[in-house]
T-cell receptor, first 114, second 114 residues
Framework: DTGVSQNPRHKITKRGQNVTFRCDPI?????LYWYRQTLGQGPEFLTY????????KSRLLSDRFSAERPKGSFSTLEIQRTEQGDSAMYLC????????????FGSGTQLSVL | AQSVTQPDIHITVSEGASLELRCNYS??????LFWYVQSPGQGLQLLLK??????LVQGIKGFEAEFKRSQSSFNLRKPSVHWSDAAEYFC????????????FGKGTTLSVSS
């Protein structure tokens, strides 16, 4: 169990640019989640995959955000035309079947949009 | 809509003293409730969870929480705090398919004084 891995750890970009983050979950976990956390706030749910299927997506999620998990293993989160309000820590988590709520979180990708 | 309220933004406790962190939730049915801890530079870690049954649940690191339906609360307690407990604590409630998407509170920062 090597834990949930996220890359990069930090990303600085200019407004209007596209960015992509990667998450490698724990290998036997079939569920994968993306959350966003800003300073002084708790993590905010973005989207959830079971295997390669994206089963839930937050109604608050802008259409500039897209996530994929093509082979049911790693996942990518892309933000198009970034805005300063996108600056946040993007967290990935994974869990195994039957372990509802026991999410294993990665250390996150800190995005700064200038 | 489901929501979680953590009334205390910051709490300071003396080492060895008891601790109680408050959490109130809003949810129409029987909730799935969780407490997570986030230490500086580390990912969120599950402390304990409540799905059903015994309303007093035990977790890791000596923490426990009590579910009180009548008060819509799920307070976290520890009888004797250690300096290593200093961290940010998040209460969360499950929603979506079988409680998959967690809704987090804004968190309580715990400081431990010697």
């Amino acid at each position: 169990d090597t834990g949930v891995s996220q890359n990069p750890r930090h990303k600085i970009t200019k407004r209007g640019q596209n960015v992509t983050f990667r998450c490698d979950p724990i290998s036997e976990h079939n569920r994968l989640y993306w959350y966003r956390q800003t300073l002084g706030q708790g993590p905010e749910f973005l989207t959830y995959f079971q295997n390669e299927a994206q089963l839930e997506k937050s109604r608050l999620l802008s259409d500039r955000f897209s996530a994929e998990r093509p082979k049911g293993s790693f996942s990518t989160l892309e933000i198009q035309r970034t805005e300063q309000g996108d600056s946040a820590m993007y967290l990935c988590a994974s869990s195994s079947p039957g372990r509802q709520g026991k999410l294993f979180f990665g250390s996150g990708t800190q995005l700064s949009v200038l | 809509a489901q929501s979680v309220t953590q009334p205390d933004i910051h709490i300071t406790v003396s080492e060895g003293a008891s601790l109680e962190l408050r959490c109130n939730y809003s949810y129409g049915a029987t909730p799935y409730l969780f407490w997570y801890v986030q230490s500086p530079g580390q990912g969120l870690q599950l402390l304990l969870k409540y799905f059903s049954g015994d309303t007093l649940v035990q977790g890791i690191k000596g923490f426990e929480a009590e579910f009180k339906r009548s008060q819509s609360s799920f307070n976290l307690r520890k009888p004797s705090v250690h300096w290593s407990d200093a961290a940010e604590y998040f209460c969360a409630v499950g929603e979506g398919q079988a409680g998959t998407a967690l809704i987090f509170g804004k968190g309580t920062t715990l400081s431990v004084s010697s």
